[in-house]
């Protein structure tokens, strides 16, 4: 007969099993939204690491993603109707989600950025043009499409898995695991492939890409690209998680996924999934165990101590100046 | 006499305004608008210190606006209104209108301090960080001010409504008008003296080349913080006379949307000039009244013209596609800004003879 | 005493020495010339004792006074000034603001003088202002006053950069290679104005130059380096002969 001495322990123990299921629950979910904003992330270091330009834009170009996702899937299930299997809606969808999100990237790198770096204007006029082209991204959306919310048709049947007491849907895996193949596509590309090496070199020396035979606005494009495709996939696998769009979706997300970038290292694509996943994990965390109006308050606090003790970010190189 | 012609020309202007509120010549809106120009002019041209003078990137400087105006309204409900939260009032209601000036000095200061405590790290390292540093400051304190049930949360606070009415109680006189004129004046004037001193002219030099600032004796750190603490209190100024006029105030009216109509002033003007930046805080708060009427104007035209769908009404959302739009085009084709790095007295010499400001 | 002491000071960036146990004196009102192949370290010297890098190892010393850990603005109040290899004006602003923005660590007033523009700050402004024109009339170029140094020719850019460190009342003054870019006979001018400078002024100055004829010509000591190792130290005669030079200009012949 157990004595009250040896209860106490015994509960001890179960509740503290039950926080760490619950902990590594949250992990789960951490790395879910922290694929996110790594995906997003991306978009603004691949470019900040090119044309040391903070493209503002790029928030909003993640939730063109969403409603290109939105248009293309609602499109695909009505045209073919009920005989289409889901899994090739899918499968359709992303590729058609990735093209045309570039496309609205590179249109903005055409139209709105190009001139001005021909003109040699000052990079703050970019960057403020960046940030214009956002406002009209998601103010136009909302003004064309109207304040009506739109929902995302489900694409992929849930399937839930449970370990314990700790549950995982085949969504949340799917995120991860494509964060993760997007990560070792881009080390490729960057490490692999004649253009890759030709961003890395534009970062470092604007004027001796020509030398290589690579023109600079072509490296540019691709980077565009590559960061609005990128997005667009994110774009797509967020409305898939949280089906209900909402134009302004971009901009918070978008605000937070840039400090990400800026804390792993901007310019670095290790540092925007380190980032991403830090900034993600910190804010699960505070919404676990306070209440969810400090979630802000909190990652933004504790992105600016690490700013300010590693201004560089986790895996930046500091600049130096040459006189 | 002729030098003081402009000074003359202003103060007559902003007499006639008073006197013509004071009749009640001018309706509540108008007045509003008027109000709001002031304020915009204060808060466009303290940025315009950061972002055109120092070439630096504020990004969020509504934040500090916020830290003003609640700083303010706190005051001025503590020491006029009482309440759950302050007790009795501090001060007869006689004294409102004595008390307000220092209300306003006090919020600014409070401003500038927040302002001290973003720029110590952020000047420490790259230029782009201010940008970062700020965008998070402005939504911390939006954070933090919402998290705070007494001050009214989410929901926004009142309490300074009351110091407001105390102060048309001592006097029938257009009170609000009265400060906003006479702080655009106070501020205009301090910046001005400060982008002329010498000691000033160090915010230039640290934009045009730091390191040439730095060896030949400038504390480029020192420049940069100061810059940034006059321009924060300026904010924290616009912020006060913000919640004041509207006599109420929620965090989330100062965000990143705020912010950005800052720079779209700031920029609009052309950087680095004062008059350019007045000129374009008033033609700004025009074109967003303006464009109040003439959005909906549009859409009952293109719709009598049988141009639309039917059910498809143009809203007051394009306003915000329509301003960014032409900030865009602005830096395509004019990226200096409409006065771009001159005052009006460059561009138009003549004008020097008419003008002495001290 | 000295006015500008270095001892065994050393400059690595990562795994490479700039600058390896560099010794130097310089006294009151001396000029000395530092020569040397490109890429020898001798601007990195200019920086050490500018203040913009702080050494790896060694001291200096400047008036008697440490100057390791001070920001550059200090050193220059202490009295050091220097020019660039590629001229860094404030090209947005007038040549007389230029040179008054030099006065900033002498303005001798504070924030609020300027905001109520106090009587000090009036005098202050009035001084400043004086002195600004008089160097530029010294340096004949008072008639610039109002440009801008982005509309002036090379030859007057590098005029107004002389005339802008000499604002700030040095004692010493660095200048990292004038004549760079000038034809011949702005070069016979550079020397005249150089040597004009150095005996009007009462200061000290220390040049890099690559042209042989201005620090042959205005120099008593040239030092020569090269791979941040000082190869050699002496009088414009003694440099001359010294095979250690020639070599390091020409290399050693054992390619």
């Given at each position: 007969?157990?004595?009250?001495?040896?209860?106490?322990?015994?509960?001890?123990?179960?509740?503290?099993?039950?926080?760490?299921?619950?902990?590594?629950?949250?992990?789960?979910?951490?790395?879910?939204?922290?694929?996110?904003?790594?995906?997003?992330?991306?978009?603004?270091?691949?470019?900040?690491?090119?044309?040391?330009?903070?493209?503002?834009?790029?928030?909003?170009?993640?939730?063109?993603?969403?409603?290109?996702?939105?248009?293309?899937?609602?499109?695909?299930?009505?045209?073919?109707?009920?005989?289409?299997?889901?899994?090739?809606?899918?499968?359709?969808?992303?590729?058609?989600?990735?093209?045309?999100?570039?496309?609205?990237?590179?249109?903005?790198?055409?139209?709105?950025?190009?001139?001005?770096?021909?003109?040699?204007?000052?990079?703050?006029?970019?960057?403020?043009?960046?940030?214009?082209?956002?406002?009209?991204?998601?103010?136009?959306?909302?003004?064309?499409?109207?304040?009506?919310?739109?929902?995302?048709?489900?694409?992929?049947?849930?399937?839930?898995?449970?370990?314990?007491?700790?549950?995982?849907?085949?969504?949340?895996?799917?995120?991860?695991?494509?964060?993760?193949?997007?990560?070792?596509?881009?080390?490729?590309?960057?490490?692999?492939?004649?253009?890759?090496?030709?961003?890395?070199?534009?970062?470092?020396?604007?004027?001796?890409?020509?030398?290589?035979?690579?023109?600079?606005?072509?490296?540019?494009?691709?980077?565009?690209?590559?960061?609005?495709?990128?997005?667009?996939?994110?774009?797509?696998?967020?409305?898939?998680?949280?089906?209900?769009?909402?134009?302004?979706?971009?901009?918070?997300?978008?605000?937070?996924?840039?400090?990400?970038?800026?804390?792993?290292?901007?310019?670095?694509?290790?540092?925007?999934?380190?980032?991403?996943?830090?900034?993600?994990?910190?804010?699960?965390?505070?919404?676990?165990?306070?209440?969810?109006?400090?979630?802000?308050?909190?990652?933004?606090?504790?992105?600016?101590?690490?700013?300010?003790?590693?201004?560089?970010?986790?895996?930046?190189?500091?600049?130096?100046?040459k006189i | 006499?002729?030098?003081?012609?402009?000074?003359?020309?202003?103060?007559?202007?902003?007499?006639?305004?008073?006197?013509?509120?004071?009749?009640?010549?001018?309706?509540?809106?108008?007045?509003?608008?008027?109000?709001?120009?002031?304020?915009?002019?204060?808060?466009?041209?303290?940025?315009?210190?950061?972002?055109?003078?120092?070439?630096?990137?504020?990004?969020?400087?509504?934040?500090?606006?916020?830290?003003?105006?609640?700083?303010?309204?706190?005051?001025?409900?503590?020491?006029?209104?009482?309440?759950?939260?302050?007790?009795?009032?501090?001060?007869?209601?006689?004294?409102?209108?004595?008390?307000?000036?220092?209300?306003?000095?006090?919020?600014?200061?409070?401003?500038?301090?927040?302002?001290?405590?973003?720029?110590?790290?952020?000047?420490?390292?790259?230029?782009?960080?201010?940008?970062?540093?700020?965008?998070?400051?402005?939504?911390?304190?939006?954070?933090?001010?919402?998290?705070?049930?007494?001050?009214?949360?989410?929901?926004?606070?009142?309490?300074?409504?009351?110091?407001?009415?105390?102060?048309?109680?001592?006097?029938?006189?257009?009170?609000?008008?009265?400060?906003?004129?006479?702080?655009?004046?106070?501020?205009?004037?301090?910046?001005?003296?400060?982008?002329?001193?010498?000691?000033?002219?160090?915010?230039?030099?640290?934009?045009?080349?730091?390191?040439?600032?730095?060896?030949?004796?400038?504390?480029?750190?020192?420049?940069?913080?100061?810059?940034?603490?006059?321009?924060?209190?300026?904010?924290?100024?616009?912020?006060?006379?913000?919640?004041?006029?509207?006599?109420?105030?929620?965090?989330?009216?100062?965000?990143?949307?705020?912010?950005?109509?800052?720079?779209?002033?700031?920029?609009?003007?052309?950087?680095?000039?004062?008059?350019?930046?007045?000129?374009?805080?008033?033609?700004?708060?025009?074109?967003?009244?303006?464009?109040?009427?003439?959005?909906?104007?549009?859409?009952?035209?293109?719709?009598?013209?049988?141009?639309?769908?039917?059910?498809?009404?143009?809203?007051?959302?394009?306003?915000?596609?329509?301003?960014?739009?032409?900030?865009?085009?602005?830096?395509?084709?004019?990226?200096?800004?409409?006065?771009?790095?001159?005052?009006?007295?460059?561009?138009?010499?003549?004008?020097?003879?008419?003008?002495?400001?001290? | 005493?000295?006015?500008?002491?270095m001892?065994?000071v050393s400059q690595r960036f990562?795994?490479l020495h700039a600058l390896l146990?560099f010794?130097?004196?310089?006294?009151?009102?001396?000029?000395?010339?530092l020569?040397g192949?490109?890429g020898a370290g001798k601007t990195t010297v200019f920086n050490l004792v500018s203040?913009f890098y702080t050494p790896s190892?060694?001291?200096?010393?400047?008036?008697?006074?440490?100057?390791?850990?001070?920001?550059?603005?200090?050193?220059?109040?202490?009295?050091?000034?220097?020019?660039?290899q590629?001229?860094?004006?404030?090209?947005?602003?007038?040549?007389?603001?230029?040179?008054?923005?030099?006065?900033?660590?002498?303005?001798?007033?504070?924030?609020?003088?300027?905001?109520?523009?106090?009587?000090?700050?009036?005098?202050?402004?009035?001084?400043?202002?004086?002195?600004?024109?008089?160097?530029?009339?010294?340096?004949?170029?008072?008639?610039?006053?109002?440009?801008?140094?982005?509309?002036?020719?090379?030859?007057?850019?590098?005029?107004?950069?002389?005339?802008?460190?000499?604002?700030?009342?040095?004692?010493?003054?660095l200048?990292d290679?004038?004549?760079?870019?000038?034809?011949?006979?702005?070069?016979?001018?550079?020397?005249?104005?150089?040597?004009?400078?150095?005996?009007?002024?009462?200061?000290?100055?220390?040049?890099i130059?690559?042209?042989?004829?201005?620090?042959?010509?205005?120099?008593?000591?040239?030092?020569?380096l090269?791979f941040g190792r000082?190869?050699?130290?002496?009088?414009?005669?003694?440099?001359?002969?010294?095979?250690?030079?020639?070599?390091?200009?020409?290399?050693?012949?054992?390619?």
């Amino acid at each position: 007969m157990p004595t009250d001495k040896d209860r106490v322990p015994a509960a001890r123990l179960l509740f503290r099993c039950l926080c760490m299921e619950q902990f590594i629950q949250q992990c789960v979910n951490a790395l879910q939204w922290g694929s996110f904003y790594a995906l997003i992330a991306l978009g603004y270091t691949l470019v900040y690491g090119v044309l040391l330009l903070i493209n503002f834009a790029h928030g909003d170009v993640f939730m063109v993603g969403a409603y290109i996702a939105f248009f293309v899937s609602t499109f695909l299930l009505s045209a073919s109707g009920p005989e289409l299997p889901q899994g090739a809606a899918l499968a359709l969808t992303i590729p058609a989600t990735v093209i045309l999100t570039s496309t609205v990237g590179v249109t903005l790198e055409r139209i709105a950025y190009r001139p001005l770096r021909r003109k040699g204007a000052h990079r703050l006029y970019v960057v403020i043009t960046a940030l214009m082209c956002g406002l009209i991204l998601e103010n136009g959306n909302l003004a064309l499409l109207g304040a009506g919310r739109k929902a995302l048709p489900e694409l992929l049947e849930k399937q839930i898995y449970t370990f314990g007491s700790i549950t995982v849907t085949n969504l949340k895996l799917l995120v991860i695991f494509t964060a993760l193949l997007v990560f070792v596509f881009l080390q490729a590309v960057v490490t692999r492939t004649r253009l890759g090496m030709a961003m890395r070199a534009v970062s470092w020396d604007k004027f001796a890409l020509p030398l290589m035979g690579i023109p600079l606005d072509m490296v540019i494009v691709f980077t565009f690209a590559l960061g609005s495709g990128i997005a667009g996939l994110g774009g797509l696998l967020f409305a898939m998680s949280y089906p209900v769009l909402d134009p302004y979706m971009g901009a918070m997300t978008g605000w937070k996924a840039f400090i990400a970038a800026v804390v792993g290292g901007i310019g670095d694509i290790r540092g925007a999934f380190a980032g991403g996943f830090l900034l993600a994990f910190v804010e699960i965390m505070v919404a676990a165990f306070l209440p969810s109006t400090f979630r802000d308050l909190f990652a933004f606090s504790i992105l600016l101590i690490i700013l300010w003790k590693r201004p560089t970010g986790i895996f930046g190189i500091p600049a130096t100046t040459k006189i | 006499m002729q030098r003081h012609a402009l000074n003359i020309l202003m103060l007559i202007g902003a007499a006639g305004l008073v006197l013509a509120a004071h009749a009640g010549l001018l309706d509540n809106y108008v007045l509003t608008v008027l109000m709001f120009m002031g304020i915009n002019i204060i808060f466009a041209s303290g940025l315009n210190l950061v972002n055109g003078y120092m070439g630096e990137f504020s990004c969020g400087h509504a934040g500090f606006m916020c830290v003003g105006a609640y700083t303010g309204s706190l005051l001025s409900a503590a020491l006029f209104a009482g309440g759950k939260l302050f007790g009795a009032p501090l001060l007869p209601p006689e004294l409102a209108p004595l008390f307000f000036p220092l209300i306003l000095i006090a919020s600014g200061l409070c401003a500038a301090l927040f302002g001290l405590i973003v720029a110590l790290p952020s000047f420490h390292t790259r230029g782009d960080y201010l940008a970062i540093i700020t965008i998070a400051a402005n939504y911390i304190i939006i954070s933090v001010i919402e998290n705070i049930d007494a001050i009214g949360g989410p929901r926004g606070f009142f309490g300074m409504k009351k110091t407001v009415n105390a102060m048309y109680n001592v006097a029938d006189l257009p009170w609000m008008l009265l400060w906003v004129i006479i702080s655009v004046v106070l501020c205009l004037t301090l910046l001005y003296r400060l982008v002329t001193s010498t000691g000033g002219k160090g915010i230039a030099a640290v934009c045009q080349n730091e390191i040439a600032a730095e060896i030949m004796g400038v504390d480029t750190n020192r420049v940069k913080i100061t810059a940034f603490m006059v321009s924060s209190g300026l904010a924290g100024v616009a912020g006060v006379l913000y919640a004041h006029v509207y006599g109420y105030v929620n965090a989330q009216a100062f965000n990143i949307l705020k912010s950005t109509e800052g720079l779209v002033m700031v920029y609009l003007g052309g950087m680095g000039s004062m008059s350019g930046v007045v000129l374009a805080a008033v033609a700004f708060t025009l074109l967003v009244e303006g464009l109040r009427f003439a959005v909906p104007a549009l859409n009952d035209l293109l719709h009598g013209l049988n141009l639309l769908p039917g059910d498809f009404e143009i809203s007051q959302i394009w306003k915000w596609v329509i301003i960014p739009l032409i900030l865009i085009l602005l830096m395509q084709f004019r990226p200096e800004g409409l006065l771009g790095n001159r005052e009006l007295t460059q561009i138009f010499p003549k004008l020097k003879k008419w003008v002495s400001f001290k | 005493m000295a006015l500008l002491e270095m001892n065994g000071v050393s400059q690595r960036f990562g795994g490479l020495h700039a600058l390896l146990d560099f010794n130097f004196s310089l006294e009151e009102r001396e000029m000395v010339g530092l020569i040397g192949p490109n890429g020898a370290g001798k601007t990195t010297v200019f920086n050490l004792v500018s203040g913009f890098y702080t050494p790896s190892e060694g001291d200096i010393a400047f008036d008697g006074r440490d100057t390791r850990g001070l920001t550059p603005h200090r050193i220059t109040a202490l009295g050091l000034a220097r020019t660039f290899q590629n001229i860094r004006l404030w090209n947005d602003m007038s040549v007389l603001d230029n040179l008054r923005i030099a006065q900033y660590h002498r303005r001798g007033y504070r924030l609020h003088d300027a905001l109520l523009r106090t009587r000090r700050y009036r005098a202050a402004e009035k001084r400043i202002e004086d002195k600004c024109r008089n160097i530029l009339g010294m340096m004949d170029i008072a008639e610039l006053a109002e440009e801008f140094p982005k509309n002036l020719p090379y030859g007057l850019q590098r005029r107004v950069e002389l005339a802008r460190a000499l604002s700030t009342d040095p004692r010493l003054l660095l200048l990292d290679e004038p004549a760079a870019g000038l034809n011949t006979s702005d070069v016979d001018g550079l020397i005249r104005l150089v040597r004009w400078i150095h005996e009007e002024f009462k200061i000290g100055i220390w040049m890099i130059e690559h042209q042989m004829k201005v620090v042959m010509s205005l120099c008593r000591r040239l030092m020569v380096l090269d791979f941040g190792r000082t190869v050699a130290f002496g009088t414009p005669e003694e440099i001359r002969n010294n095979p250690d030079v020639i070599r390091a200009y020409l290399g050693d012949g054992t390619l």
